[in-house]
């Protein structure tokens, strides 16, 4: 019995002297790690980021951020100079101020940082990033790009939807005149205009009378929706880690919103895909897109569904909310300045006449229009942020 107890006493003193060495031997591991890892850093001589405004420890500078962030960010510029680092939780953020560094990034040195920092609402909006927006630099971008320069943006699909915004443009200029006298919202007008000849660049005819009445409120709500929820802040975006968490519900809304504007999607394409040869009439940018899908491009690249989605996404949210709003503030600014409005007449009835219609031709001989114009992009830019870049 004393032998057993002895034998038991010895095997647990061996059993405790063998977790000390373990845990001696982790711990030794451990710092060895973190000392090699870093002099490894070390080694490399990284250069600093660019001083910028002192961050809190995992907040980073988030509670100093202000609503209006290109008018926060160029009075930091005052303080830190043309090129600073603004921490948004964990990710460190580069602003550059000033156009001559702007021009080095984004022109000189544009393949280093073509790449983007894709937003986890981005992402959802866009079927993954597939689109030309978020799309990494490299052959999947170059095919997108190929694509929309050749077949929408190109001077010769341009000039054969000028019938189309001619007509547009003329309707909702007769639709104002009768509303002489009465309140109109003149935002969604404008909105229903640019959607109009957005979605006849996009699958021509196929969308006519209270059907396309529907369709213009439809995409109102969910493009203003996803322009919402793109630019609001995510804790998805500054700490990564939490993505999966959602904690906001902001990729949850995105995926509802989507959902709705891919219904809209599929009806056209499937209108599209079951109409006839003799019934399509014009060529237009969803039958090209299609011909693609089935493998009638040129493309190394494969050019899916998902991308032909995502590139509609771009055409719809790029080409409608940010061309009203302009138009809205420009009207708005307009009508509190009676003598810029006089000016206006003037040059309008002297370069156009006054029983004649403003065409895109006359755009160029109306310098005090397009000074205008410029000045309102200049008072409320729709865009004020590019797009962030990325290595």
Same mark, same amino acid.
Do not use: C
């Given at each position: 019995?004393y032998?057993?107890?002895?034998?038991?006493?010895?095997?647990?003193?061996?059993?405790?002297?063998?977790?000390?060495s %373990?845990?001696?031997i982790?711990?030794?591991?451990?710092?060895?790690?973190?000392?090699?890892?870093?002099?490894?850093?070390?080694?490399?001589?990284?250069?600093?980021?660019?001083?910028?405004?002192?961050?809190?420890?995992?907040?980073?500078?988030?509670?100093?951020l202000?609503?209006?962030?290109?008018?926060?960010?160029?009075a930091? %510029?005052?303080?830190?100079?043309?090129?600073?680092?603004l921490w948004?939780?964990r990710?460190?953020?580069?602003?550059?101020? +000033?156009?001559?560094?702007?021009?080095e990034v984004?022109k000189?040195?544009?393949t280093?940082?073509?790449?983007?920092?894709?937003?986890?609402?981005?992402?959802?909006?866009?079927f993954?990033?597939?689109?030309?927006?978020w799309?990494?630099?490299?052959?999947e971008w170059?095919?997108?790009?190929?694509?929309c320069v050749?077949?929408m943006?190109s001077?010769?699909?341009?000039?054969?939807?000028? *019938?189309l915004?001619?007509?547009?443009?003329?309707?909702?200029?007769?639709y104002?005149?009768?509303?002489?006298?009465?309140?109109?919202?003149?935002?969604?007008q404008m909105?229903?205009?640019?959607?109009?000849?957005?979605?006849?660049m996009?699958w021509?005819g &196929?969308?006519?009378?209270a059907?396309?009445?529907?369709?213009g +409120?439809?995409?109102?709500q969910?493009?203003?929706?996803?322009?919402?929820?793109v630019?609001?802040p995510n804790? %998805?975006?500054? #700490?990564?880690g939490l993505?999966t #968490?959602?904690?906001?519900?902001i990729?949850r809304?995105?995926?509802?919103?989507? +959902?709705?504007l891919d219904?809209?999607?599929?009806t056209?394409?499937?209108?599209?895909?079951?109409m006839?040869?003799?019934?399509?009439?014009s060529?237009?940018?969803?039958?090209?897109?299609?011909?693609?899908?089935?493998?009638e491009g040129?493309?190394?690249?494969?050019?899916?569904i &998902?991308?032909?989605k995502?590139?509609l996404v771009?055409?719809?949210?790029g080409g409608?909310?940010?061309? +009203?709003?302009a138009?809205e503030?420009?009207?708005?600014?307009i009508m509190?300045?009676?003598e810029?409005?006089?000016?206006?007449?003037?040059?309008? *009835?002297t370069?156009?006449? !006054? *029983?004649?219609?403003?065409?895109? %031709?006359?755009?160029?001989?109306?310098?005090?229009l397009s000074?205008?114009? !410029?000045?309102t992009?200049?008072?409320?830019?729709?865009?004020?942020l590019?797009?962030?870049?990325?290595?």
């Open positions: 019995m032998q057993d107890v002895t034998t038991a006493a010895g095997f647990s003193n061996q059993y405790h002297s063998f977790l000390i %373990s845990a001696l982790f711990l030794g591991t451990a710092l060895w790690i973190l000392i090699v890892l870093k002099k490894s850093r070390n080694g490399k001589h990284q250069p600093p980021l660019p001083p910028g405004p002192r961050p809190l420890p995992l907040l980073g500078n988030l509670l100093s202000q609503p209006e962030l290109h008018s926060y960010m160029a930091l %510029s005052q303080v830190h100079g043309p090129i600073y680092t948004l939780g990710k460190p953020g580069i602003v550059i101020t +000033s156009p001559s560094i702007a021009r984004l000189d040195q544009d280093a940082f073509a790449n983007r920092d894709v937003p986890a609402a981005g992402r959802e909006a866009t993954g990033g597939k689109d030309i927006v799309s990494p630099h490299g052959p170059r095919m997108l790009r190929k694509v050749r077949e943006l001077s010769s699909a341009l000039d054969s939807v000028y *019938d915004r001619r007509r547009e443009v003329r309707g909702t200029v007769k104002l005149y009768e509303q002489a006298g009465r309140r109109v919202n003149f935002g969604e909105f229903l205009t640019m959607i109009n000849v957005i979605t006849g996009m021509g &196929t969308m006519k009378g059907e396309r009445e529907t369709l +409120s439809e995409f109102r969910i493009v203003t929706g996803i322009s919402g929820l630019g609001l804790v %998805s975006d500054f #700490y990564p993505a #968490y959602d904690l906001q519900g990729q809304k995105m995926k509802k919103l989507v +959902s709705r219904k809209v999607f599929q056209a394409i499937d209108q599209r895909s079951g006839g040869s003799d019934e399509m009439g060529r237009d940018f969803l039958q090209v897109l299609l011909k693609l899908k089935d493998g040129d493309e190394i690249i494969p050019f899916t &998902t991308h032909l995502a590139l771009d055409m719809v949210t409608t909310d940010t061309t +009203s709003n138009l503030f420009a009207m708005a600014e509190k300045e009676p810029v409005l006089k000016k206006l007449h003037e040059e309008i *009835d370069i156009v006449g !006054k *029983d004649n219609i403003v065409e895109e %031709s006359h755009i160029h001989q109306l310098p005090y000074a205008v114009m !410029k000045e992009l200049r008072l409320h830019p729709v865009l004020p590019l797009v962030p870049h990325s290595p």
